[in-house]
């Protein structure tokens, strides 16, 4: 932990904007994108007044555990992708070039022979929104190319039980996963070929199962998870080992995230985590 100025008061706010909470959020631009519990996606003018409406409305109907992901289109549209109401089903809308429009572009539904479930997390694949990965109920992970999406190029069982989260790194060959079962998975993925690899299991402590959230940071050295246990773990991503255990937070820690690529120099090994003890910590990672 490091010592960083409190700040007393947001510059915006957006008071109760979703009735039973939100989700994901996310920016591009100078728009807010928020996803609600009540199965509402918003999308808000940041910049305006605090007391602002939203500019769109997407009622996809789903009440779901899945994050929304989002991209952009060499042409600067807005992608988004979000798990849907149907079983097995996720859902893709380009909302245009200033988040305005809402065009449903495609439908991503696992065989019913599979039985994966409901889709559980979703992401593109960095710089490509044409490729898109999701993760189900069963513990399975789907590979979908979207301009040929009647059905998904691979499909690998990783876990036993319900992925919860994955990350995939910067160059969309290697990824890990994290499940509710005492595994972490690296796995290896080649859009290129439509394919997905189980490589290798790291396994938690009997007693300390379960992983809300997963991510590389963007130098690709480093990954961190998100437990259930209350701890945040550091591992290395190329020998797969654990680095650092960090004990600070009274409840599951329900997602981390770093620093993104290219920011300031203090800020480059900046992880933050989140729990449901109502704390946010920063931590420096070497």
Same mark, same amino acid.
């Given at each position: ?50 007391y ?23 042409d ?7 798990a ?13 070039p200033?988040?305005?429009?809402c ?13 994966c ?29 979207? !301009? ?37 998975? !690296? ?10 690899d189980?490589?290798s ?14 991510a ?14 209350? !701890? ?41 985590s ?13």
């Open positions: 932990m490091g010592d960083f100025p409190v700040c007393a008061r947001p510059i915006t706010q957006l008071p109760h904007c979703h009735a039973l909470g939100v989700q994901s959020i996310h920016l591009w631009k100078d728009i807010l994108i928020t996803q609600g519990r009540e199965g509402l996606i918003k999308l808000w003018d940041f910049k305006a007044s605090k602002s409406e939203p500019t769109a409305i997407l009622p996809i109907g789903a009440i779901t555990f899945c994050r929304t992901a989002v991209a952009t289109t060499k600067e549209r807005l992608i988004l992708a979000t849907d109401r149907s079983e097995s089903q996720a859902k893709v809308y380009d909302l245009g200033n988040g305005s429009e065009k449903e572009i495609a439908k991503l539904r696992a065989s019913d022979d599979l039985k479930g409901m889709c559980m997390a979703i992401r593109f694949q960095e710089g490509n929104f044409q490729n898109v990965l999701t993760a189900h109920e069963n513990g399975t992970l789907s590979m979908w190319d979207l !301009r040929n999406c009647s059905e998904p190029l691979s499909n690998a069982k990783l876990h036993t039980e319900t992925i919860l989260c994955f990350d995939v790194d910067r160059s969309a060959q290697f990824g890990f996963s994290g499940s509710a079962d005492f595994n972490i998975v !690296r796995f290896q993925v080649d859009f290129a070929h439509g394919t997905i189980l490589s299991r790291f396994a938690l402590p009997e007693d300390h199962p379960g992983v809300n959230d997963i590389i940071r963007p130098d690709q050295k480093i990954f961190a998870t998100a437990g259930w246990d209350h !701890r945040v773990r550091i591992f290395s991503t190329k020998k797969f080992e654990p680095l650092a255990i960090m004990k600070f937070h009274t409840a599951a820690v329900n997602c981390v995230d770093f620093a993104p690529a290219g920011s300031e120099p203090q800020a480059t090994n900046l992880l933050a989140a729990s449901s003890d109502k704390r946010v910590a920063i931590w420096s990672i070497y």
